[in-house]
């Protein structure tokens, strides 16, 4: 989109890094028991203003509300039998307590306004908006602030459902028995939503199997359609807590042996395999599924009918669970292969659901669709025509369906225009739509999965783009408000690892090293290669990034050339980046060429124009330290456009400051100066300190050189000062072997200008970190 289109008035621009759609406020998780707390202190300090408490009594109730507000999730009547206890000293507190909840557990729903429990003008406030229960109760206003009317009816229907609940009434996944015939595309049909943040207690649900896979007690249908449910839903959401592969197939096994007519069964030892990467496996299992949901769709519709007298609608999602298959081990040709005759069969029997579904997955095919010449955006327009309005006749459950498939449109939208930087307005409302489709409470998991993601997704584009601070915010904020389900304690899905290597890659531009290698070793122990492989690869690239970029800075030669291959079998397209740069460094220019060259050969084709304009800026620095500075010249003007077209401001500046030190090496003084001063704001700001240095470095060349023209001292002091700037921000980026050059280039200055005290000082701490790092790296080459 042109810069000078008009936008929506209430939609933002991604250049004001997302504040207005992701606001750094603080919340907390808003559910009927969070609720009821903020109802007890609405009590308390009612009762507080008519006879104020004494101090003790002050202390008792804080100390009451501080453990209530760390506990998870309690029921109704568990808090009743506590409050009975512990608030002894303020009975009409408790008694107004209980009113407030009966009076609200109709259609009314629960006021939380922030003024009726922190009041500013009272001298001796029951609470205030600095202590911890005040910090509490205010998350929980700004959580209910940004609730849509949509999620202020489905927390109203939580929260009543929680006030009516029986205490020792077991949470139930499913009240089938073998004969159910539902079969749903993921997972056996779920006859109660799973809560947003229900009690995580185990002994809820008593395992049918023990750590091993062993039955450990009778096994009913019943039991075994709830073991079924549990484990697809961890190794969907959390595949750390699920039992191990070896395992779960000895419990599938015996549930097989059993009840052989369970066709879910092979549908969870179909993702198990998924998960040991065992393709031949998953689609043995994915053709018993459906070999046995036909048998038993025959068997009751009666045994002397045929197969095509009874309703086949299930039968068409195998081609698209195949497609599925194929694309997460990456045989994308057989994907579309399949995708097709799934489209072929939903379009003949008039099935929407299934069109939908085949379309959101056809999107995520696009590398694939690219190839092929299909047009993506045409594709999303056909998935997301039509609204849930428009089905006012289907049941519940199939708008619902629709408005999950929706959403997994605008996830792929999203991640459509992200790689070529285009339609911004497009990418916000995808992410917008999203970003609140969890908000509140009684969400499912697969709503939170894609809100997780589109937040995930803006958080990338923050770090894309630049905004560090506010990529950091955002991935911080995606990782607080993790509070699992009742059946995990927390989710472990693809959201969550890209915003765990995200704030790893924040800190690692900022030399914090060691802060970034602390959260990876967490994403390790989180995310395994053996229970979770899929997720662990974001972590195992960042980790080689990390560790190859702080060899490579502090001139570790050998732990660099370690990295590589690592890297490459990860990346090719960083891998072959980051080689380039040693190469060049080591003196092999010519290789390290070539090899960009190739690869930007092979990304023509590629719509990833972030990764086009990193390899363009570094084959024009290559080209720079070749002295071909025509070419080089060339290059970074090429880099410059299509990185401005992209967004990608940033790249667009560091283009600019190479471009300036060509023009320096060709004596245009004048034209250096001007990129200089255009780029200057934008790479302190956007870039980091290792390109700040860098830029402080062209600074100092510039006056260098305006110093042999015409006033030496003057020129040379400023020299002197952008190379202490330099050096202030390699030793930020950890960064030694550029800081001792810093340090080298000053002490000539200096001495130039007569200064020795200065130069001495700078020659004596070039000396102690030579001592320690012995390489050596010219900042050209960067």
Not at 276 to 284: D, F, G, P
């Amino acid at each position: 989109m042109g810069a000078n289109e008009p936008m929506t008035p209430y939609r933002i621009e991604l250049e004001e890094p997302f504040t207005d759609l992701w606001r750094l406020s603080a919340q907390e998780p808003l559910t009927p028991y969070r609720t009821a707390i903020f109802v007890l202190v609405q009590c308390l300090d009612e009762q507080n203003a008519e006879k104020p408490m004494t101090s003790s009594q002050r202390r008792d109730a804080a100390l009451l509300l501080h453990e209530l507000s760390l506990q998870h999730d309690l029921s109704l009547a568990r808090l009743k039998e506590i409050l009975a206890r512990r608030l002894h000293f303020s009975l009409p507190a408790m008694e107004a307590f209980v009113r407030k909840i009966d009076d609200h557990c109709g259609d009314e729903e629960v006021p939380m306004r922030i003024d009726d429990v922190i009041r500013k003008g009272d001298k001796k406030p029951f609470l205030t908006a600095k202590s911890v229960i005040g910090m509490f109760i205010r998350k929980l206003a700004v959580t209910r602030a940004r609730q849509s009317f949509t999620e202020l009816a489905r927390s109203q229907r939580q929260w009543v459902e929680w006030c009516r609940q029986d205490e020792d009434k077991e949470t139930s996944l499913s009240g089938q028995d073998s004969n159910d015939t539902d079969v749903s595309l993921l997972a056996p049909r779920l006859a109660t939503q799973l809560k947003f943040s229900p009690t995580k207690d185990r002994t809820m649900y008593k395992e049918p199997f023990a750590a091993n896979g062993q039955i450990s007690g009778a096994l009913s249908a019943r039991k075994a359609r709830k073991f079924i449910a549990q484990q697809l839903h961890l190794l969907q959401l959390n595949p750390e807590q699920a039992m191990s592969v070896e395992a779960l197939d000895v419990a599938c096994a015996a549930i097989h042996e059993n009840f052989p007519d369970l066709p879910e069964i092979c549908l969870l030892q179909m993702v198990n395999a998924i998960r040991a990467r065992n393709m031949t496996a998953a689609e043995s299992s994915l053709r018993d599924y459906f070999d046995w949901s036909s048998f038993r769709m025959r068997l009751l519709a009666g045994g002397n009918s045929s197969l095509s007298d009874t309703d086949g609608r299930s039968l068409r999602y195998a081609p698209l669970l195949n497609a599925k298959l194929a694309r997460l081990f990456g045989l994308r040709e057989k994907a579309l292969i399949n995708l097709t005759e799934c489209i072929q069969q939903a379009q003949e029997s008039d099935d929407t659901v299934c069109l939908r579904h085949a379309l959101a997955e056809l999107c995520a095919l696009d590398d694939a669709l690219e190839q092929s010449g299909a047009d993506l955006p045409s594709v999303l327009k056909l998935a997301l025509k039509g609204s849930v309005e428009e089905h006012e006749t289907d049941a519940q459950q199939f708008a619902a369906v629709f408005r999950l498939l929706r959403d997994r449109a605008d996830i792929h939208r999203a991640l459509y225009h992200a790689r070529r930087g285009q339609h911004c307005v497009s990418l916000t409302e995808a992410l917008q739509r999203t970003a609140s489709c969890s908000s509140g409470s009684g969400t499912t998991s697969n709503e939170h999965m894609l809100a997780d993601a589109s937040q995930a997704i803006a958080c990338s584009l923050q770090l894309a783009r630049g905004f560090r601070d506010s990529a950091l915010a955002s991935a911080q904020q995606l990782l607080r408000t993790n509070v699992g389900d009742q059946w995990c304690t927390r989710f472990a899905t693809e959201a969550h690892v890209i915003a765990g290597v995200n704030v790893a890659y924040v800190l690692a531009s900022g030399g914090r090293f060691d802060e970034a290698r602390t959260i990876i070793d967490d994403l390790r122990r989180r995310f395994t290669q053996r229970n979770n492989p899929l997720n662990a690869r974001h972590w195992m690239l960042c980790e080689v990034i990390v560790g190859f970029d702080r060899a490579f800075l502090q001139g570790d030669w050998t732990t660099v050339e370690a990295c590589l291959p690592t890297l490459r079998a990860l990346d090719q397209t960083e891998a072959d980046m980051r080689r380039a740069i040693y190469l060049s460094v080591r003196g092999d220019t010519s290789t390290a060429m070539s090899l960009i060259t190739d690869r930007l050969s092979s990304l023509k084709r590629s719509q990833d124009r972030r990764n086009k304009c990193r390899c363009l800026l570094l084959l024009g620095t290559l080209q720079t330290t070749a002295g071909m500075l025509g070419s080089a010249r060339v290059t970074f003007e090429e880099c410059k456009l299509l990185s401005l077209e992209a967004s990608l401001e940033q790249i667009a500046a560091c283009a600019d400051r190479r471009l300036a030190y060509v023009e320096l090496m060709s004596n245009g003084l004048e034209r250096a100066d001007v990129l200089l001063a255009d780029c200057g704001q934008l790479i302190k700001s956007r870039v980091g300190p290792l390109e700040t240095g860098l830029y402080h470095m062209t600074r100092a060349a510039y006056y260098l050189k305006c110093a042999i023209a015409s006033d030496a001292h003057k020129n040379r002091s400023l020299a002197v000062v952008e190379l202490s700037s330099a050096r202030d921000s390699f030793r930020t980026a950890s960064a030694p072997v550029l800081e001792k050059q810093a340090l080298a280039y000053a002490a000539v200055a200096l001495n130039q200008l007569d200064d020795a005290v200065e130069r001495n000082r700078r020659s004596a701490e070039f000396r102690e970190i030579n001592e320690k790092y012995t390489a050596v790296v010219s900042w050209t080459a960067m």
